[in-house]
């Protein structure tokens, strides 16, 4: 991989406001993949390819990671991307709106990254539960969006989101079988397992 047209497209998302994943979120994404060895891995919102390209440094011998975006500019920015850094062999993109092309999905799932339209979330983590393997990992990003999420302020605008939001973190710490930690990092990170396989929680 070529890790200066990479660090070049992350300047350039920066630059232009594209919300990439957090340099601290993706601390913590290293140890938990670190230790997975993800043969697949499912992403919600490519954006331009950044965090699927960082994750696809851990992938196990002929992995792959399939995205899901649904911008039609960010998804030619994303597959120049992916040539550019070289990684097009990892990378599989399904063009467009996630909440259509995830109900048609069959694979199974070593981790799957949640990083899409926040009033979606309960959904695709019906989703995601439903492609995960055994001994996998659901990463939600921007789980405490700024705050709002734990603030009992929110604005119109935000409303719908943070009812969203909040209904995922219900449903990942009261669901018997699952186990969740939420970091403070980035604009929040709820990682979830199966409550027999929360060996990845421990140092995550
Ligand atoms: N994961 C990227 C950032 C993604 S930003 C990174 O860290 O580098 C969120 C992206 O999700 C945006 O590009 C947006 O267009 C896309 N998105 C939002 N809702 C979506 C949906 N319902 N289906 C597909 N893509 C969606
Ligand atoms: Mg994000």
Same mark, same amino acid.
């Given at each position: 991989?070529? %890790?200066?047209?990479?660090? $070049?497209?992350?300047?350039?998302?920066?630059?232009?406001?594209?919300?990439?994943?957090?340099?601290?979120?993706?601390?913590?994404?290293?140890?938990?993949?670190?230790?997975?060895?993800?043969?697949?891995?499912?992403?919600?919102?490519?954006?331009?390819?950044?965090?699927?390209?960082?994750?696809?440094? &851990?992938?196990?011998?002929?992995? %792959?990671?399939?995205?899901?975006?649904?911008?039609?500019?960010?998804? @030619?920015?994303?597959?120049?991307?992916? %040539?550019?850094?070289?990684?097009?062999? %990892?990378?599989?993109? *399904?063009?467009?709106?996630?909440?259509?092309?995830?109900?048609?999905?069959?694979?199974? &799932?070593?981790?799957?990254?949640?990083?899409?339209?926040?009033? =979606?979330?309960?959904?695709?983590?019906?989703?995601?539960?439903?492609?995960?393997?055994? +001994?996998?990992?659901?990463?939600?990003?921007?789980?405490? &969006?700024?705050?709002?999420?734990? @603030? #009992? *302020?929110? $604005?119109?605008?935000?409303?719908?989101?943070?009812?969203?939001?909040?209904? *995922?973190?219900?449903?990942?710490? +009261?669901?018997?079988?699952?186990?969740?930690?939420?970091?403070?990092?980035? #604009?929040?990170?709820?990682?979830?397992?199966? $409550?027999? +396989?929360? $060996?990845?929680? =421990?140092?995550?």
């Amino acid at each position: 991989m070529n %890790k200066q047209e990479l660090e $070049k497209i992350k300047q350039k998302a920066l630059k232009e406001h594209i919300p990439i994943i957090m340099d601290d979120t993706l601390e913590r994404v290293d140890k938990i993949l670190t230790k997975l060895k993800p043969k697949k891995i499912l992403e919600i919102g490519t954006a331009v390819g950044y965090s699927a390209m960082c994750f696809s440094e &851990y992938l196990s011998q002929g992995g %792959k990671i399939d995205t899901i975006e649904r911008d039609e500019e960010r998804i @030619s920015e994303a597959k120049e991307n992916i %040539k550019k850094v070289g990684v097009s062999e %990892k990378i599989n993109i *399904y063009e467009g709106d996630a909440v259509e092309i995830l109900p048609t999905l069959n694979d199974k &799932y070593d981790m799957i990254f949640i990083d899409a339209a926040k009033g =979606k979330y309960p959904f695709f983590l019906k989703e995601a539960l439903r492609m995960l393997n055994e +001994n996998g990992v659901i990463l939600a990003d921007n789980i405490l &969006y700024k705050g709002y999420v734990m @603030s #009992d *302020y929110n $604005k119109h605008k935000q409303r719908t989101a943070v009812r969203n939001l909040r209904e *995922y973190i219900s449903e990942v710490t +009261n669901n018997p079988i699952l186990e969740t930690k939420i970091l403070e990092v980035g #604009d929040g990170l709820a990682i979830t397992t199966k $409550k027999k +396989n929360n $060996k990845l929680l =421990k140092n995550a």
